[in-house]
């Protein structure tokens, strides 16, 4: 390709172009030192989105996979954002820091002396629904403000531990003081509390020291693209990425409403229908396939409107 070609066309971080609707969801593997905001801007700006969020932070010393949600599609992210979720983790044994994390002070130092048996028997005990402390350097809020706010003013507070559940945890090697795992477990889960506690109960102390999302509910990072190559991409390519909005909400049952129906779903109306579905929330779809939102089934075949999605403006033909 000739230079002349290869600067034709200003590059994604140089161009100045309007806004737009986007719609759908974008798997993103997140990659090491940026804020999960960060990312979310830089995929923001690429799309040209006029609206977009994520679906759960990611530390800046992790990596791996967000879901980010764009225009209408913002409207469903919780569904992801309680999902359970896969990382895996390396947890530095035998030391302890400030943060739980690789990014706090040092604050002791343990000599090392367990083996694979032991770590099995260690692991066995976090395994299941367990009880968690959270920790200071996270978003809970206490009174108003963040933890992690109380954190930089040097002020412990007294917190109140939580259950959660950790579905699987498996070791996958123990390199010295490097031990590696896998772990999947339920909302509100923090990987790096459950490393301190690890290394508590194997009598050495330790800290997160590498930490990768692999999947997040029904999406993995298989079909995930990075955000450099995406912002070297072009702009079908990019748009090509992107997943459907309804993509969001595959467990819920799907249901398609008539014309009449579904013009009356548009406008926020309940609907009467011949289902014989039992009460809940629904997908609902026009007879053209067209997905309309989110309804609750109740009583007598009524369908309510839960969340809809909005149409989008029409576009005028060029003259």
Do not use: W
Not at 242 to 248: E, I, K, N, R
Not at 271 to 288: H, I, K, Q, S
């Amino acid at each position: 390709m000739s230079a002349i070609a290869q600067t034709a066309e200003p590059t994604p971080r140089t161009a100045r172009l309007p806004r737009r609707r986007v719609d759908g969801v974008l798997l993103l593997d997140k990659p090491l030192d940026l804020t999960s905001n960060g990312a979310l801007q830089r995929a923001k700006r690429a799309l040209r989105a006029q609206k977009a969020g994520h679906t759960g932070t990611l530390d800046p010393a992790a990596t791996g996979l967000i879901a980010l949600c764009f225009g209408e599609a913002t409207k469903f992210s919780s569904a992801v954002l309680d999902a359970d979720k896969v990382y895996e983790a390396g947890i530095r044994l035998g030391v302890t820091t400030t943060t739980g994390d690789i990014e706090g002070e040092v604050l002791e130092r343990r000599e090392v002396r367990v083996d694979a048996a032991q770590v099995e028997h260690v692991l066995d005990q976090f395994r299941g629904v367990i009880r968690q402390v959270p920790p200071m350097h996270s978003a809970i809020k206490l009174a108003g403000m963040p933890l992690y706010a109380y954190a930089r003013k040097g002020q412990e507070v007294e917190r109140s531990a939580r259950e959660v559940n950790v579905y699987a945890l498996e070791m996958q090697g123990l390199d010295g003081d490097l031990l590696r795992v896998t772990i999947h477990c339920g909302k509100g889960t923090y990987v790096r509390t459950l490393a301190e506690d690890i290394g508590a109960a194997l009598g050495c102390g330790a800290h997160l020291a590498a930490l990768r999302r692999t999947a997040v509910g029904p999406f993995d990072l298989s079909r995930a693209v990075g955000l450099d190559r995406l912002e070297d991409m072009s702009e079908c390519e990019r748009l090509a990425c992107l997943l459907p909005m309804d993509t969001l909400l595959g467990h819920l049952p799907p249901l398609v409403l008539g014309g009449p129906q579904a013009r009356r779903m548009r406008h926020g109306q309940p609907v009467l229908t011949e289902t014989d579905r039992a009460p809940g929330a629904v997908r609902l779809y026009d007879e053209e396939g067209r997905f309309l939102g989110l309804g609750d089934v109740v009583s007598g075949g009524v369908i309510n409107p839960r969340r809809l999605v909005a149409e989008a403006p029409e576009v005028e033909a060029n003259p």
